[in-house]
């Protein structure tokens, strides 16, 4: 069984990524601790040093991980660690150092993580909960509204894989559907699943058009796999209106796939900061009770550029601090209103728009800052 690739969402070291990679439900912050014993960590060790050995997109960085991590704990580096969320930090900081891939992830969950055929579904239970805990974040659609000027604006802060977010997506376009210009923001998106990317750009290309979005190679099939915008989309498209896209160091993953997508088939204009530097898809292991790894078993090819934005991440066409970017993309887009409007009552509500979107306040900067993991 081949699965479709997927990214990991590097907001939540566990986030979900999609139904067809996930093995189990993220866990929550603060969540309680559990200990751990030398047995435990020398089979998690193990565990984690095969997968990245057989599955790692990039062989020779996967073999050379695994005997890293064989020789620490060799060397005794894990024994003095009793705590299963320090070991999760631990080994994330190891795999992180030795592949410099930000998909390269170790996690905790305090609830035990029930064991999972290879290639099979996910546990039902598992799956629900994992269902759940999109659901209760809408999918990922934070915020969508009208600004001044008649400004089209999408907050998103996940791209959810469940069938069941779609509808949600085409509620959000719909509802933006009559707005002249439109804004999306993924500064606090860490990422998800291609369908929705597939989804959102669907609704910016002209009926009949296909656009070849993005094409993922997968290690274990040694497969190429294409993703292309949809045939038809519910409701009217927004092609052909100007488009911004807010980034920052947050902004991860899929996120930067969208992203990428729209400069390199020049769909709109990115506004903010260079995104994270996460391009390789991947799939959750589970590697005892309480840990799980996320391994990044692919990689993207941009058909356009023919690579991606791993380790360098998506740089925007006007760099502003991530707090600004609203502001500044809502000012371009009134302004670029207000440049081709002749009707001279429609330039002067444009104008008071303007003047309204100037005077906003920037957002917090501490709010766009990524953590590093800890060791």
């Given at each position: ?111 035990p993580i029930p064991p999972r055929t290879e290639d099979g579904p996910p546990p039902a239970a ?116 100007p488009l911004y896209v807010l980034t920052s160091a947050l902004t991860g993953s899929a996120a ?113 800052k990524r953590p590093m993991p800890k060791r």
């Open positions: 069984m081949i699965r479709r690739s997927t990214f990991v969402s590097l907001a939540l070291a566990a986030s979900l990524a999609s139904p067809a990679a996930a093995q189990f439900a993220p866990g929550m912050p603060n969540e309680p601790d559990t200990p751990i014993d030398a047995a435990t960590k020398a089979a998690v060790v193990e565990s984690l040093a095969v997968h990245v050995r057989d599955d790692y997109v990039f062989p020779d960085k996967g073999a050379a991980l695994a005997k890293d991590l064989r020789q620490r704990l060799a060397r005794h580096e894990y024994d003095r660690i009793t705590s299963s969320k320090e070991f999760a930090d631990s080994l994330l900081a190891d795999m992180q150092m030795m592949t410099h891939d930000l998909h390269m992830r170790a996690s905790y969950r305090h609830d598992e799956l629900a909960r994992a269902r759940e805990f999109e659901r209760v974040r809408n999918y990922g659609f934070e915020r969508v509204q009208r600004l001044a000027g008649n400004v089209g604006y999408l907050e998103l802060r996940s791209f959810s894989g469940f069938p069941e977010a779609q509808a949600t997506a085409v509620a959000a376009m719909n509802f933006l559907a009559n707005c002249d210009v439109l804004v999306i923001d993924l500064r606090k998106n860490g990422g998800g699943d291609p369908a929705m990317i597939q989804t959102l750009l669907t609704y910016l290309v002209e009926p009949g058009d296909r656009l070849h979005i993005n094409d993922f190679y997968q290690r274990k099939s040694d497969t190429m796999e294409q993703w292309w915008t949809a045939s038809n989309v519910p409701g009217p498209r927004l092609a052909g209106k930067e796939e969208f992203a990428y997508d729209v400069q390199t088939h020049k769909l709109g204009t990115l506004i903010g900061e260079t995104t994270a530097g996460g391009a390789n898809p991947g799939e959750f292991v589970r590697l005892s009770d309480h840990l799980a790894a996320f391994i990044a078993t692919g990689r993207a090819i941009n058909p356009i550029t023919h690579t991606n934005w791993e380790g360098v991440g998506v740089k925007p066409d006007r760099a502003v601090p991530a707090g600004d970017a609203l502001r500044e993309a809502h000012v371009a887009a009134v302004q670029q209103r207000l440049d081709a409007e002749k009707d001279p009552g429609t330039r002067q509500l444009l104008t008071m728009a303007l003047n309204l979107a100037k005077q906003a306040p920037s957002d917090p900067a501490e709010d766009f």
